[in-house]
């Protein structure tokens, strides 16, 4: 239906049920009052001149603010009840009917994924479904509530990059607000119960002249109480509920990890409004049971009050398993065993993981981490203390730096790290105060920062992709020399004079070589075209540099890839001084890491699962190779001397083993998935710090992760109480 009063068209929707029409307002035209104000004669005369070409229509009064028309000061005397309807129960519901006249006003955000659709339907198809209005005002505390907090987590998600490093940012304090937002609207629940078991003429229609006994026969069937959903449950009610509470049962057995332990935010607010509804649709069911036994009976508890106390409840539950994940110490499954963790690091964030490798400075490690999001990613650089774990300082550009993969390098009192990968552009290189955080200064260059930088002789190194090679001044950041004409992520190594790299392929360039430069002034010394691209650091010993390149990426073997092309990966000898290669060895897959050496062994590992051992003396010639059981994409790292020389490798589940380096034997193995009953990911190499102590000789293992498909990262610190004990 359609009504002009008082200087505004309504649009209103009538359902019928139980013999009575409810009617309600779906829409007000407040603009009208620019164009017309008068009687609904008046208009109607006005539109039948202007269709008659008789008269043109008045032109809007652009000075005339938008509204409605003028209120009605009191009803007409034809409409007033008679003095004998002006009982006691009348009266209150005059009185009800001003408060709701005369009250603020909500404006209520709808989810968008329950209220929205049944909203829109309800209002387009109002014979087929105008049943909806009633289940959507029975519900509007409910769906106000869940409106909130779901904008909430979604600007949140948006938002927490610029949080990041405050309470504010972390996934308690929005915890508590939600949890603050359902108590609020539990006791708004219970006022509307309250006030329509107090007033319950409020429902009836405004024609329906009240009686005697309107009062005990509302009391007594409980339909017209329709505003508080205290009233019996209709089929539409019941219908909608049933469905959403099977989607909701589908979307937690489908989505969420079997384990409550590996829940995060998400799933927490998806878990906890799940209960709510599955107790509200037993509640609503369980009412319609029993008002078909008892024909009627009393108002009983609302829905929407049932949901709300019950996501009260599961969120008070879930609140205690937020409040201290940032860090600390750790046992490992078997506290007797070779090692222990000493601690874990998470970051106060809700979703992180970390691909940079740890650096250990003094008392301190330092990390990169990335900050992923539904709008898009960031990164920060984490400090935070060797012998606790404790965070220190936190850097992220106020919200504004892309996601870290390059792994921070500290020299004198400074820390500099790069940010993007390999889809951005437009990254920096940024020097920071190695004691608090504080930007010193920053490099912009046109492509991504993913290399690892290298200091020498009061010089910063980096590769910046498409963008080359560059060469600052590591003091200010005044750019020295730039290598253009390559696409450089590999680590550049500095030895003396002489810079050697790699190139890989970019977007703009696509040759791969490997390469050597005169490090002060970034001219040529050689070049040598190599068949597959170089990702890793090169490394020199005596008078031959090795380097490792491969094909695929961090993610997939070149075989999964858009363009597959089969696998394959090698490991190339060089001189040093020339780039004549010496040798080569082949793997089955990508080399994408640092390789170790020393006066006799080259070891490396590869995306085949393997880490290898050859003799750097006789061609490369294979001495051992250990199956790890997953792609391995961090660099091995060697200890030598002390009580027993080690190498420590991380495969990409998870799983960090100490090795032999002599026979490839695995002496240990700390699997990351089992201690966090989460599937792990490791793309950071382990960093090992040796110590002596009047108890011996113990060692140090730092490396990151990222955990549940890379939405919570943890930086991990291994003890190994005596490498005797793990040989």
């Known amino acids: 239906a359609f009504a002009y009063t008082n200087g505004t068209w309504f649009q209103m929707v009538g359902v019928e049920a139980d013999g009575m029409v409810r009617w309600s307002f779906t829409h007000g035209e407040p603009y009208l009052r620019k164009t017309f104000k008068g009687s609904t004669a008046d208009l109607k005369q006005i539109v039948v001149d202007s269709l008659a070409d008789k008269k043109k229509p008045p032109e809007p009064d652009t000075k005339e603010k938008p509204g409605f028309g003028p209120e009605v000061e009191s009803p007409p005397s034809a409409l007033r009840p008679p003095p004998s309807a002006q ?74 990059r610029w949080l990041a490093g405050s309470w504010w940012g972390t996934p308690l304090a929005l915890w508590l607000v939600m949890t603050i937002i359902t108590l609020v609207g539990l006791l708004w629940a219970w006022r509307r119960h309250v006030s329509a078991i107090r007033h319950p003429l409020s429902a009836i229609r405004p024609n329906e002249q009240p009686t005697a006994n309107s009062e005990q026969r509302t009391a007594d069937s409980g339909k017209p109480i329709a505003e508080s959903g205290s009233e019996r449950p209709g089929r539409v009610e019941l219908i909608t509920l049933g469905v959403l509470s099977v989607v909701c049962l589908a979307t937690v057995a489908f989505s969420l990890p079997h384990s409550l332990a590996q829940l995060d935010l998400w799933g927490k607010i998806l878990l906890m409004f799940s209960a709510g509804l599955w107790m509200a649709t037993l509640h609503a069911f ?50 007797s065993g070779p090692y222990r963790v000493a601690w874990r690091f998470r970051p106060p964030v809700e979703r992180c993981w970390m691909a940079s490798s740890p650096v250990v400075e003094g008392d301190r490690v330092y990390i990169g981490v990335v900050l992923p999001s539904a709008f898009g990613g960031a990164g920060a650089v984490y400090c935070v203390d060797r012998r606790t774990g404790k965070e220190l300082w936190m850097f992220n550009e106020g919200g504004e730096m892309k996601d870290v993969f390059s792994s921070p390098c500290v020299a004198d009192g400074r820390v500099y790290i790069g940010e993007g990968f390999h889809q951005h552009a437009d990254c920096k290189m940024y020097c920071l105060d190695a004691a608090t955080g504080k930007k010193l200064w920053d490099f912009a260059t046109g492509s991504h920062t993913e290399s690892t930088p290298t200091v020498a002789a009061g010089k910063v190194y980096f590769g910046a992709g498409d963008d080359g090679l560059y060469c600052l001044d590591a003091a200010t950041g005044k750019e020295q020399w730039h290598l253009k004409g390559l696409h450089v992520d590999a680590n550049p190594l500095v030895i003396g004079n002489r810079l050697y790299g790699g190139s890989g392929i970019g977007d703009a360039y696509k040759e791969t070589v490997l390469f050597s430069l005169d490090a002060d002034t970034g001219k040529e010394r050689w070049r040598m075209a190599t068949p597959l691209p170089v990702w890793g650091m090169p490394a020199v010993q005596g008078e031959y540099v090795y380097a490792g390149i491969g094909n695929g990426n961090f993610l997939a073997s070149a075989d999964q890839l858009e363009k597959p092309e089969k696998p394959a990966g090698a490991v190339l000898c060089l001189e040093a001084a020339t780039g004549k290669r010496i040798w080569r060895y082949a793997v089955r897959d990508g080399v994408h890491v640092r390789v170790s050496v020393d006066a006799n062994n080259v070891w490396f590992a590869s995306r085949d699962n393997h880490c290898y051992c050859l003799d750097r003396n006789k061609e490369g010639k294979l001495r051992w190779k250990t199956d790890l059981g997953s792609p391995v994409l961090a660099s091995p790292f060697l200890v030598e001397g002390g009580s027993e020389s080690s190498l420590y490798v991380a495969g990409s589940d998870g ?42 000789e113990s060692r140090l293992i730092y490396f990151g992760c990222g955990l549940n498909n890379f939405q919570r990262g943890v930086l991990y610190c291994l003890e190994e109480r005596s490498a005797e004990k793990g040989g």
């Open 87 to 160: 009982t006691n129960s009348g009266k209150r519901k005059a009185e009800s009917g001003k408060r709701m006249a005369d009250g603020p006003l909500f404006a209520v955000i709808p989810t968008v994924l329950v209220g929205g659709p049944l909203a829109i339907l309800a209002m387009l198809f109002p014979a087929v479904f105008g049943g909806l209005i009633l289940v959507l005002r029975r519900w509007m505390v409910a769906l106000s509530v869940l409106s909130l907090n779901s904008t909430l987590y979604v600007l949140y998600d948006w938002c927490g």
């Open 286 to 335: 369980y009412r319609r049971w029993m008002a078909g036994r008892s024909n009627g009976g009393h108002p009983g508890l609302p829905g929407e009050g049932v949901l709300l106390w019950t996501m009260l409840l599961a969120g008070a539950a879930f609140s205690a398993t937020l409040g201290g994940e940032s860090s600390g110490p750790g046992v490992s499954e078997d506290d």
């Open 655 to 696: 799983r960090v083993s100490r090795l032999n380096p002599d026979t490839g034997e695995i002496g240990w193995t700390f699997d990351v998935a089992k201690d966090s009953g989460q599937q792990a990911t490791v793309f950071s190499s382990p960093i090992v710090s040796v110590r002596q102590s009047r108890k011996g």
